[in-house]
């Protein structure tokens, strides 16, 4: 089938163009060119949606010591003083041999809890008399030196302690930066900026091998779904405790930017980042590769629920470690890390996992990635792939969605955003890519909405004004068939051929007058309703109108029927049968007997909306028309009960005839062939068929002026059918002619002054 490109424009044209304009809006939001806050919020929602379908899966590698309410019960309020952290560090180095240490809780003031201080300041003001007890302080300061006590546990081992960026203020000490600005040779790294610090105090700085920050950054909704792995203070770049930890673990040589290409071959969007491709950690076995997003980011991975029972990480509690009941090869050789799930204790974050997440396992996350090497992270190029997608998707519905039925509408819109979520989800799960998919399922929503309620608003009110129009014409399911393309379908007038039926009951006068009114009412309606039904319901005709008792109707209008002769010709044998049927109903009620002519022709027509300004109505007018009218009073001459045109016969060959006469009605000059209907050519009896040609033998006979060898034909065809008025009427007609025969020019044509 050839497409037509004005008509489709014509139909969809409105619908194509807001469904571009929808992807555009859509395409530009993934560009930020627009901004939609509401598509934002639903690509976090899918975000944590992803995380959460993961299945969690234990690291063994990673051990979270937890200052859990066991431990506070059993060791005391914390803050714990310095010697309980020194031994817990003593116990984890060098019991338990773990690859690392590293501390989720800072040290920003000394601690003063033995104390010292005070016995140090008794001892030269009111108890300087005391004889030795500065000897005896000074053989007690090691071990009320709490300080010093874990700095000593600390020293020489991978320990790696944690510290808080804050606003402006800053306090205790940084550790030594991962690199420097001058180090970057000229370069910029997009890195977040802190003015101040809390740090630890020197003595613990100086003893520990390295420092991270642990300062959680949530996103504006307050949940925490990326890490910055470096961030910014001074001149220095300085690690997050991840990143730091898994460095002294893995007893990294240098944490380093790793560069796309020399500053020179950089194009502007990458020189903006100074070219940066990643954040890798150089060491002994290889190079991991660290992918950042914006800030130096990384998204965090996580790995289950969070929390002892969430199946990502084995806790264990800090009072089991200090007192060594721990299996011991639960700890030899993992990553420890020391934090706390207790809720006094404000170590809870909101993620898109837990609303109660431990903090201290957000660090654990990008611990396992770091060494597996193994990030969800988001290319610098997704823009660019997710207006890609944007553009094929909504294309795709935007051009098939107004062609489709309701059915394959909304299994295409199904398809489209099972694809685009099944899509983004192996990339996250698999590919470990992270791209937003929001727009895309909304787009595609959004799309089939629009043709939901353009068909709603548009086809749907199209369609019951198409019922409104034709519904008391046509049968229902035509109306229906009409509906799926109304524009087709209007009442303008127009010419085309068409076939007319005019039905008429016989004697309606002499039945009205012999019948209560409450009879003939139900006489008519009983009537006029079979007929009716035959018409619209069994070859899908039009209904015309009611002109008393005669019925109108057509085909081919307003649905176009190749076949509408056959329909025709159809439907009033069928209404024959059914009159037969409601004639032997009528006679057991002791109604008058019911007998109806039908009158059916084929020409070109006029059909449209026809009428006054007051009342107008879908008819047919022509020619044709009115010889269809004329062919119905025709009936009642000849003794049939249908009479059809030549024109109605040539259309509808697989019909048996049998011609009635030459006729030349009222207002024409030519004469035409009209006929009866017999039945369909292939289900006509032997009998019938060997009645018929004698028939037409007799017709011959007759026009050829052979009267005598007419009277025996029509006499043999009278024995075969006593009751036909048809033969009755050529005998009678015979008769006439042998007393006035008709002179030698007669062509055979019976002259009807019939309106």
């Known amino acids: ?55 969690p899966v234990l690291d063994p590698r990673v051990v979270i010591v937890d200052i859990d309410e066991k431990s506070l019960a059993e060791v005391g309020r914390f803050p714990w003083s310095r010697n309980v952290m020194a031994k817990l560090v003593e116990q984890l180095t060098v019991k338990y041999e773990v690859a690392a240490v590293g501390f989720d809780v800072s040290f920003p003031e000394p601690d003063t809890s033995s104390g010292y201080g005070v016995l140090q300041k008794l001892a030269q003001g009111e108890l300087k008399e005391v004889a030795g007890l500065d000897r005896q302080l000074a053989r007690l300061q090691p071990e009320l030196d709490y300080d010093g006590l874990l700095a000593n546990a600390i020293a020489g081992q991978p320990v790696v302690l944690g510290y808080n960026l804050s606003g402006t203020q800053t306090k205790g000490v940084l550790p030594k930066p991962a690199f420097t600005e001058d180090s970057l040779n000229g370069r910029t790294l997009d890195a977040y900026r802190a003015q101040g610090y809390e740090g630890n105090i020197g003595r613990l700085q100086a003893a520990a091998l390295s420092a991270g920050i642990f300062t959680a950054m949530p996103d504006r909704d307050g949940v925490v779904r990326t890490t910055p792995l470096l961030q910014k203070i001074g001149t220095g770049y300085y690690p997050t405790l991840s990143l730091a930890t898994a460095a002294v673990a893995l007893q990294a040589r240098a944490i380093s930017p790793l560069w796309q290409g020399t500053v020179d071959t950089l194009t502007e969007a990458e020189r903006s980042n100074g070219g940066l491709d990643a954040i890798a950690l150089f060491h002994a076995e290889g190079n991991i590769r660290i992918p950042v997003g914006e800030g130096l980011t990384a998204a965090v991975q996580f790995r289950g629920p969070g929390g002892p029972k969430g199946g990502g990480y084995r806790y264990v509690s800090a009072s089991d470690v200090l007192r060594g009941t721990v299996p011991p090869a639960q700890l030899n050789g993992v990553i420890v890390l020391v934090g706390t799930t207790a809720p006094g204790l404000n170590d809870l974050r909101a993620t ?31 823009m660019a792939i997710e207006g890609g997608q944007l553009l094929v998707l909504g294309l795709l519905l935007t051009l098939a969605l107004p062609v489709l039925a309701p059915v394959w509408s909304i299994a295409l819109s199904l398809l489209a955003m099972g694809a685009a979520a099944g899509a983004n989800f192996y990339m996250y799960s698999t590919l470990d890519i992270v791209y937003n998919v929001s727009a895309m399922l909304v787009l595609a929503l959004a799309l089939f909405i629009l043709n939901v309620a353009w068909g709603y608003f548009f086809e749907v009110r199209r369609g019951r004004a198409l019922v409104s129009r034709f519904g008391e014409y046509v049968a229902p399911e035509l109306v229906a068939e009409m509906a799926e393309n109304p524009e087709k379908y209007n009442m303008d007038g127009e010419s085309r051929e068409l076939t007319v039926m005019f039905v008429d009951v016989r004697g309606f006068t002499t039945i009205s007058e012999g019948l209560t009114p409450k009879a003939l009412r139900e006489y008519i309606n009983l009537y006029l309703t079979a007929m009716s039904t035959d018409i619209r319901d069994s070859h899908r005709g039009t209904l015309d109108k009611y002109i008393g008792d005669a019925v109108m109707a057509f085909w081919g209008a307003p649905v176009a029927f190749a076949d509408h002769a056959s329909r025709g010709v159809a439907t009033a044998l069928l209404m024959q049968a059914s009159a037969h049927r409601l004639n032997d109903d009528f006679i057991k009620r002791g109604w008058p007997e019911l007998k109806i002519g039908i009158g059916l022709n084929t020409g070109q027509m006029h059909v449209g909306d026809m009428g006054s300004q007051i009342r107008r109505a879908y008819t047919v007018m022509g020619d044709a028309v009115n010889l269809g009218s004329r062919l ?76 005598d060898a007419a ?3 029509l006499a043999e065809l009278r024995g075969l059918a006593p009751e036909s008025g048809l033969y009755q009427l050529y005998e009678e007609r015979l008769a006439h002619y042998r007393h006035h025969p008709p002179g030698p020019d007669w062509d055979g044509v019976t002259t009807f002054d019939t309106k």
């Open 632 to 707: 119905e009073g025709i009936t009642k001459v000849y003794g049939v009960g249908i009479c059809v045109g030549e024109s109605t016969r040539a259309a509808a060959p697989e019909f048996a005839y049998r011609e009635l006469d030459l006729v030349r009605v009222k207002g024409k000059n030519e004469p035409v062939a009209i006929f009866e209907p017999l039945a369909l050519a292939k289900d006509l009896g032997a009998a019938a068929r060997a009645e018929l040609a004698r028939w037409t033998e007799t017709l011959a006979l007759l026009r050829s002026q052979q009267w």
């Open 711 to 713: 009277g025996a034909a």
């Open 1 to 55: 089938m050839r497409f037509d490109l004005g008509k489709a424009l014509k139909k969809y044209g409105a619908r194509w163009g807001l469904g571009l304009a929808l992807c555009t809006a859509a395409i530009l939001h993934a560009g930020s060119v627009l901004h939609f806050d509401t598509l934002d919020r639903m690509d976090t929602f899918v975000a944590g949606l992803r995380m959460r379908l993961e299945t």
């Open 352 to 382: 898109p996992v837990n609303a109660e997440y431990p903090g201290v396992e957000i660090h654990a996350n990008m611990i396992s990635s770091i060494l597996d090497g193994n990030f969800k992270y988001r290319p610098d190029y997704a």
